[in-house]
């Protein structure tokens, strides 16, 4: 469809820039050599559409286009197949916003209690490990308070 658009859009350049108003512009020299005129012309004309092609297909590669277009005709196909309508904004900007913030803000939120409990998990755990390393502390205090006084 892209191509035949621009293809269209040459062939519709060629017609505003007829030879006639070619001929107007260089009117002095299209008395003294029409046929020569002629294939200036031509030659301009083949030369401006073969420039134009070259720059259109430059951004196409650039800019990944046949990809895009590519990925937009898959989305269309796909929307086809739908039965309810698509989202249209409502007019008023607050009740669009919510309606499509809410729902992400509601993962996000459910995402930030799972990864909260995953750390108040692992925090209890390390402070189990604490209290035992403290306790073995204790008794390795003891046991050395034991031992002095046994040398003692």
Known sequence: VFTTVVDTFLEKLAAAGSYQRFANCYRCFYKLQPEMTRSIYDQFISQLQSSIKEEIQEVKDEGNLEALFNSLDKIVEEA??????????????????RSA????????????????????????????????????????????????????
Request: net charge positive; proline share 6%; aromatic share 6%.
């Open 101 to 152: 913030m809410v729902p992400y803000l509601l993962k996000h939120r459910s995402y930030l209690r799972k990864v909260l409990k995953e750390k108040e998990e692992e925090n209890r755990k390390v402070a189990e490990s604490v209290l035992a390393g403290r306790d073995r502390i204790a008794e390795l205090q003891q046991l050395i308070q034991a031992r002095k006084h046994a040398w003692q």
């Open 80 to 97: 086809k197949n739908r039965e309810e309508p698509a989202w249209r904004p409502s007019g008023i900007p607050e009740e669009d916003v």
